[in-house]
């Protein structure tokens, strides 16, 4: 086989992140901002899944890959509920 009738082998690489948005913050231009940094950090083409959850009142709720980033209004406050009951 003639050295230029083989193709070299090439894998695309891809990170699967789902994004959990409220209501009013959930948009398609958001969404691609975020999908476009991840791939700057991680080298790898992104496929972003966005979905929105009524009980998300704000902030997002990001998972890429077995990280999850949770910056919903409703986790913080959970932490700051966490952190008033230890100082009582």
Do not use: C, F, Y
């Amino acid at each position: 086989m003639a050295a230029s009738s083989v193709l070299p082998h090439r894998q695309v690489v891809q990170a699967r992140a789902l994004l959990w948005a409220g209501d009013g913050v959930a948009n398609e231009e958001i969404a691609r901002r975020i999908g476009d940094q991840i791939g700057r950090q991680t080298g790898q083409r992104v496929e972003l899944t966005q979905t929105v959850d009524p009980d998300i009142i704000g902030g997002l709720v990001l998972r890429v890959g077995n990280s999850i980033l949770d910056a919903s209004i409703r986790n913080r406050l959970e932490t700051l509920r966490k952190n008033v009951a230890k100082a009582a």
